[in-house]
């Protein structure tokens, strides 16, 4: 089974102050990590992936995510949010032995103000 | 070029009836999902193809749903005898391939309501 946790419904945060978006996994063996980010009205988009190798990956509109292994984490991070980041993340995780089937967390709506 | 597509973007139906919804993928594009996400929640899967295939239809919530797929191109929804609980946004979305690390390339979603 997988499972993504994302603790915190709602993050607000002041334009100019760093982000951080939390996101813990359980999976069997290695993992395949995601984040998405969903605008009003609109899909989900792709912002990064954790594959193996480095475990800070960097990804779309200057956001970047940390792994940590032994803390089975995924927090997607921004050093300076702008009003324009506000939006509904989404985390998600596959096994590497799991083709297909994404778990998504339940998302947390983030909010920039200016 | 063109990204995943999905029509119609909203439908407002009244219980019982049946509806259709589809999705156009990536083309190129050989796996194809589709998720449920209700008010304030993630995103529920519900089936995937591999080509014209489903070999995991195991998170339809009922016999009233059902989906198609026409080769590697598009794919239909169908929800028969509609209920209210089944108003939501469904989500399409499609991959490169099934296997390896392909992030899933999401359409904009049909808004269903149920009256």
């Known amino acids: 089974a997988q499972s993504v946790a994302q603790p915190e419904d709602q993050v607000n945060v002041a334009e100019g102050n760093p982000l951080t978006v939390k996101c813990t996994y359980s999976?069997?063996?290695?993992?395949?990590l995601f984040w998405y980010v969903q605008y009003p009205n609109r899909g989900l988009q792709f912002l990064l992936k954790?594959?193996?190798?480095?475990?800070l990956v960097k990804g779309s509109y200057g956001f970047e995510a940390e792994f940590n292994k032994s803390q089975t984490s995924f927090h997607l991070k921004k050093p300076s949010a702008l009003v324009s980041d506000s939006a509904l993340y989404f985390c998600?995780?596959?096994?590497?032995?799991?083709?297909?089937?994404?778990?998504f967390g339940a998302g947390t709506t983030v909010t920039v103000r200016a | 070029g063109a990204g995943v597509s999905q029509s119609p973007s909203n439908k407002v139906t009244e219980k019982g009836k049946d509806v259709e919804l589809r999705c156009d993928p990536i083309?190129?594009?050989?796996?194809l999902y589709w998720y449920r996400q209700r008010l304030g929640q993630g995103l529920e899967f519900l089936i995937y193809?591999?080509?014209?295939?489903?070999?995991?239809k195991s998170g339809l919530p009922s016999d009233r749903f059902s989906a198609e797929r026409t080769g590697e191109s598009v794919s239909t929804l169908t929800i028969q005898r509609t209920q209210q609980e089944d108003s939501a946004v469904y989500l399409c979305?499609?991959?490169?391939?099934?296997?390896?690390?392909?992030?899933?390339?999401f359409g904009p979603g049909t808004r269903l309501t149920v009256l």
């Open positions: 979305a499609s991959s490169l391939r099934r296997t390896g690390p392909n992030e899933q390339f």
């Open positions: 999976v069997s063996g290695n993992p395949y």
């Open positions: 954790y594959i193996t190798g480095d475990n």
């Open positions: 998600a995780v596959r096994a590497l032995s799991n083709d297909y089937k994404l778990s």
């Open positions: 083309s190129g594009h050989t796996a």
């Open positions: 193809f591999q080509g014209n295939s489903a070999p995991d």
